[in-house]
Protein backbone atom coordinates (compact mmCIF):
# COMPACT_ATOMS: atom_id res chain seq x y z
CA UNK A 1 0.00 0.00 0.00
CA UNK A 2 1.12 3.40 -0.71
CA UNK A 3 2.12 5.72 2.40
CA UNK A 4 3.08 9.71 2.74
CA UNK A 5 5.03 10.69 5.73
CA UNK A 6 5.60 13.78 6.70
CA UNK A 7 8.05 13.58 9.89
CA UNK A 8 7.77 17.49 10.68
CA UNK A 9 4.42 18.31 12.95
CA UNK A 10 5.84 21.92 12.60
CA UNK A 11 8.45 24.52 11.49
CA UNK A 12 9.79 27.82 12.15
CA UNK A 13 11.27 29.75 9.56
CA UNK A 14 12.92 33.79 9.74
CA UNK A 15 11.23 35.85 6.97
CA UNK A 16 13.71 35.65 4.06
CA UNK A 17 14.91 33.07 4.91
CA UNK A 18 14.74 29.44 3.56
CA UNK A 19 12.88 26.41 4.43
CA UNK A 20 12.37 23.03 3.63
CA UNK A 21 9.80 20.64 4.04
CA UNK A 22 10.51 16.76 4.16
CA UNK A 23 8.38 14.29 2.46
CA UNK A 24 8.88 10.46 1.81
CA UNK A 25 6.41 8.40 0.28
CA UNK A 26 6.26 4.82 -0.92
CA UNK A 27 4.25 3.05 -3.83
CA UNK A 28 5.26 0.10 -6.49
CA UNK A 29 3.62 2.16 -9.40
CA UNK A 30 6.03 3.76 -11.55
CA UNK A 31 3.72 6.80 -12.80
CA UNK A 32 2.21 8.89 -10.50
CA UNK A 33 2.11 12.30 -9.30
CA UNK A 34 3.16 14.47 -6.40
CA UNK A 35 2.00 17.63 -4.77
CA UNK A 36 2.80 20.14 -2.21
CA UNK A 37 -0.63 21.70 -0.75
CA UNK A 38 -1.00 24.94 1.40
CA UNK A 39 -3.71 25.24 3.26
CA UNK A 40 -4.08 28.36 5.35
CA UNK A 41 -6.73 29.12 7.85
CA UNK A 42 -9.47 29.29 5.58
CA UNK A 43 -9.02 25.88 5.15
CA UNK A 44 -8.65 26.46 1.35
CA UNK A 45 -6.33 23.61 -0.48
CA UNK A 46 -4.08 25.75 -2.48
CA UNK A 47 -2.03 23.48 -4.77
CA UNK A 48 1.73 25.06 -4.67
CA UNK A 49 3.48 22.83 -6.45
CA UNK A 50 2.84 19.23 -8.64
CA UNK A 51 5.72 16.99 -9.80
CA UNK A 52 5.32 13.84 -12.30
CA UNK A 53 7.42 10.75 -11.29
CA UNK A 54 8.32 10.22 -14.78
CA UNK A 55 10.06 13.85 -15.17
CA UNK A 56 13.88 13.63 -13.65
CA UNK A 57 13.81 17.49 -13.75
CA UNK A 58 12.57 19.14 -10.45
CA UNK A 59 9.55 21.24 -10.13
CA UNK A 60 9.75 25.05 -9.95
CA UNK A 61 7.26 27.78 -8.94
CA UNK A 62 8.66 31.14 -8.21
CA UNK A 63 10.15 31.30 -4.61
CA UNK A 64 8.71 27.20 -4.22
CA UNK A 65 10.88 23.79 -5.61
CA UNK A 66 11.17 20.76 -4.84
CA UNK A 67 14.02 18.29 -4.53
CA UNK A 68 12.46 15.13 -6.36
CA UNK A 69 14.18 11.73 -5.68
CA UNK A 70 12.47 9.03 -7.02
CA UNK A 71 15.13 6.00 -5.99
CA UNK A 72 14.82 7.28 -2.34
CA UNK A 73 11.29 8.17 -3.07
CA UNK A 74 11.77 11.40 -1.28
CA UNK A 75 10.11 14.69 -2.42
CA UNK A 76 10.91 17.84 -0.31
CA UNK A 77 9.39 21.09 -0.80
CA UNK A 78 12.10 24.38 -0.50
CA UNK A 79 11.07 27.37 0.15
CA UNK A 80 13.00 30.92 -0.55
CA UNK A 81 12.97 34.17 0.88
CA UNK A 82 9.90 32.69 3.35
CA UNK A 83 7.29 35.76 3.73
CA UNK A 84 4.75 35.97 6.41
CA UNK A 85 1.74 35.19 3.98
CA UNK A 86 3.32 31.62 3.56
CA UNK A 87 2.62 30.61 7.32
CA UNK A 88 0.77 27.74 6.89
CA UNK A 89 0.15 24.02 6.99
CA UNK A 90 1.43 22.10 4.47
CA UNK A 91 0.53 18.71 2.40
CA UNK A 92 2.68 16.53 0.57
CA UNK A 93 0.34 14.50 -1.28
CA UNK A 94 0.80 11.59 -3.35
CA UNK A 95 -1.79 10.66 -6.63
CA UNK A 96 -2.02 7.02 -8.00
CA UNK A 97 -2.84 6.55 -12.20
CA UNK A 98 -5.90 6.33 -12.76
CA UNK A 99 -7.54 3.24 -12.49
CA UNK A 100 -9.86 0.88 -14.87
CA UNK A 101 -12.41 2.14 -13.22
CA UNK A 102 -11.71 5.97 -13.43
CA UNK A 103 -10.82 6.30 -9.64
CA UNK A 104 -7.41 7.47 -8.51
CA UNK A 105 -6.31 7.70 -4.93
CA UNK A 106 -4.80 10.58 -3.33
CA UNK A 107 -2.81 10.02 -0.61
CA UNK A 108 -1.89 12.98 2.19
CA UNK A 109 1.07 13.29 4.99
CA UNK A 110 -0.33 14.40 8.28
CA UNK A 111 1.29 17.93 7.51
CA UNK A 112 3.73 20.19 8.62
CA UNK A 113 2.65 23.54 10.08
CA UNK A 114 5.11 26.39 9.19
CA UNK A 115 5.38 29.47 10.84
CA UNK A 116 7.08 32.37 9.64
CA UNK A 117 8.77 34.84 12.33
CA UNK A 118 9.50 38.41 11.65
CA UNK B 1 -11.14 -2.70 -8.49
CA UNK B 2 -14.67 -0.65 -7.29
CA UNK B 3 -13.99 2.86 -7.89
CA UNK B 4 -16.05 5.76 -6.85
CA UNK B 5 -19.07 6.48 -9.00
CA UNK B 6 -20.24 10.01 -9.59
CA UNK B 7 -23.40 10.67 -11.39
CA UNK B 8 -24.20 12.12 -13.75
CA UNK B 9 -20.68 12.85 -15.59
CA UNK B 10 -22.01 16.02 -17.12
CA UNK B 11 -24.98 18.25 -16.57
CA UNK B 12 -25.89 21.45 -17.64
CA UNK B 13 -28.58 23.62 -15.87
CA UNK B 14 -29.78 27.32 -16.15
CA UNK B 15 -29.64 29.83 -13.80
CA UNK B 16 -31.85 29.66 -10.91
CA UNK B 17 -32.18 25.90 -11.57
CA UNK B 18 -31.59 23.41 -9.08
CA UNK B 19 -29.21 20.21 -9.63
CA UNK B 20 -28.00 17.24 -7.90
CA UNK B 21 -24.87 15.33 -8.11
CA UNK B 22 -24.65 11.99 -6.63
CA UNK B 23 -21.80 9.67 -5.23
CA UNK B 24 -21.53 6.58 -4.84
CA UNK B 25 -18.02 5.39 -2.39
CA UNK B 26 -16.13 2.52 -2.85
CA UNK B 27 -17.94 -0.36 -0.72
CA UNK B 28 -16.89 -0.19 2.69
CA UNK B 29 -15.85 3.49 2.48
CA UNK B 30 -17.91 5.03 5.28
CA UNK B 31 -16.39 8.81 4.69
CA UNK B 32 -17.51 10.90 1.61
CA UNK B 33 -15.94 14.08 0.63
CA UNK B 34 -17.03 16.48 -2.22
CA UNK B 35 -14.86 19.23 -3.57
CA UNK B 36 -15.32 21.89 -6.19
CA UNK B 37 -12.80 22.89 -8.75
CA UNK B 38 -13.31 25.98 -10.95
CA UNK B 39 -11.94 26.46 -14.07
CA UNK B 40 -7.95 27.02 -13.38
CA UNK B 41 -8.60 26.72 -10.17
CA UNK B 42 -7.17 24.43 -7.18
CA UNK B 43 -10.04 22.18 -5.65
CA UNK B 44 -11.68 23.50 -2.95
CA UNK B 45 -12.83 21.33 0.02
CA UNK B 46 -16.66 21.82 0.32
CA UNK B 47 -17.98 19.27 3.34
CA UNK B 48 -17.59 15.49 3.94
CA UNK B 49 -19.18 12.85 5.78
CA UNK B 50 -18.73 10.20 7.85
CA UNK B 51 -21.73 7.67 9.05
CA UNK B 52 -24.21 9.64 7.53
CA UNK B 53 -23.37 12.68 9.58
CA UNK B 54 -21.77 15.97 8.54
CA UNK B 55 -17.78 15.26 9.63
CA UNK B 56 -16.13 18.28 8.33
CA UNK B 57 -17.42 21.38 6.45
CA UNK B 58 -15.66 24.03 4.34
CA UNK B 59 -16.31 26.22 1.12
CA UNK B 60 -20.06 24.79 0.96
CA UNK B 61 -22.40 28.10 -0.04
CA UNK B 62 -25.62 28.23 1.93
CA UNK B 63 -27.21 27.76 -1.48
CA UNK B 64 -25.82 24.34 -1.35
CA UNK B 65 -26.88 21.37 0.39
CA UNK B 66 -25.42 17.34 1.23
CA UNK B 67 -26.00 14.37 2.52
CA UNK B 68 -25.09 11.04 3.34
CA UNK B 69 -27.56 8.10 2.85
CA UNK B 70 -27.79 4.44 4.83
CA UNK B 71 -25.87 3.05 1.85
CA UNK B 72 -23.10 5.62 2.12
CA UNK B 73 -23.83 6.93 -1.05
CA UNK B 74 -24.28 11.10 -0.72
CA UNK B 75 -25.90 13.84 -2.47
CA UNK B 76 -24.67 17.29 -3.17
CA UNK B 77 -28.19 19.35 -4.18
CA UNK B 78 -27.10 22.86 -5.56
CA UNK B 79 -30.20 25.36 -5.58
CA UNK B 80 -30.20 28.66 -7.24
CA UNK B 81 -27.40 27.84 -9.44
CA UNK B 82 -25.09 30.89 -10.79
CA UNK B 83 -22.83 31.36 -13.43
CA UNK B 84 -20.10 30.87 -10.98
CA UNK B 85 -21.08 27.51 -9.87
CA UNK B 86 -20.05 26.21 -12.75
CA UNK B 87 -17.07 23.51 -12.37
CA UNK B 88 -15.92 20.09 -12.18
CA UNK B 89 -17.68 18.61 -8.86
CA UNK B 90 -15.11 15.75 -7.03
CA UNK B 91 -16.60 13.21 -4.88
CA UNK B 92 -13.90 11.25 -2.87
CA UNK B 93 -14.37 8.36 -0.24
CA UNK B 94 -12.55 6.59 2.12
CA UNK B 95 -12.43 4.32 5.49
CA UNK B 96 -13.13 6.07 8.81
CA UNK B 97 -9.83 7.02 10.50
CA UNK B 98 -7.79 7.20 7.46
CA UNK B 99 -8.50 10.14 6.20
CA UNK B 100 -5.62 11.34 4.55
CA UNK B 101 -6.29 8.33 2.10
CA UNK B 102 -8.86 9.46 0.17
CA UNK B 103 -9.88 7.71 -3.69
CA UNK B 104 -11.41 10.11 -6.06
CA UNK B 105 -14.35 9.78 -8.42
CA UNK B 106 -14.29 10.89 -12.09
CA UNK B 107 -16.09 13.99 -11.13
CA UNK B 108 -19.23 15.63 -12.63
CA UNK B 109 -18.98 18.51 -14.60
CA UNK B 110 -21.67 21.11 -14.29
CA UNK B 111 -21.93 24.06 -16.42
CA UNK B 112 -24.31 26.58 -15.67
CA UNK B 113 -25.89 28.71 -18.89
Given at each position: ??????????????????????????????????F??K????????????????????A???????????????????????????????????????????????????G??????? | ???????????????????????YP???????Y???????????????F??????????????????????????????????????L??????????????????G??????
Open positions: AQTVTQSQPEMSVQEAETVTLSCTYDTSESDYYLWYQPPSRQMILVIRQEAYKQQNTENRFSVNFQKAAKSFSLKISDSQLGDAAMYFCAYRSPVGTSGTYKYIFGTTRLKVLA | AAGVIQSPRHLIKEKRETATLKCIPRHDTVWYQQGPGQDPQFLISYEKMQSDKGSIPDRFSAQQFSDYHSELNMSSLELGDSAYFCASSLAGIVYEQYFGPTRLTVT
